[in-house]
């Protein structure tokens, strides 16, 4: 029996004897998706339409006639317990889904903290390197910068006070 998968439209050979009566619910092998199949439904592949023969004239049905509308459909309980069980395992797929956008967040902001800590370390070195630099080449930049060794001398008490802050916290 061929049976084709009604979300990819993907066509497979399915023993007739592992679908019963009341129908089974099936997994297309190719896009995951489920959908109830039942003997039956006919598919477009199981129906012979001969050129220029018409057996019988379609017409449209009205939504708003009473008689299609007032009618009711019964379902097996066999039916509805296959359609709960697709629903939970549907509801299962879809809160797994949603554990996987945490997880995802979760690793972003990981890397947003980490890459933070990065930039914040390489702006440290950075600015000790610039310390050193105008440490070096105190003497002739004092020449143009004149209140430059009293910032200096401030920032390394500064940096003296900042050290022994850190020290009584640990």
Known sequence: MKITCP???KKFNVDASLISSSGRLLQCGSCDSEWFYKESETSPDDINIEPNIITETIVPIDPTSSVENSQEIQISKETEAIISQAEEK?????GNKIENQVKKTDKIESNSISSFLSYLVVFIISFIAFIILLD???APL???FPGLENLLL???ETLKDIKLFIIDLT
Do not use: A, Q
Not at 90 to 94: A, H, L, M, N, P
């Open 7 to 9: 979300f990819c439209k």
């Open 90 to 94: 549907i509801k299962k797929t879809s």
């Open 136 to 138: 070096t080449f105190k």
């Open 142 to 144: 004092s020449n143009i």
């Open 154 to 156: 401030s920032l390394y």
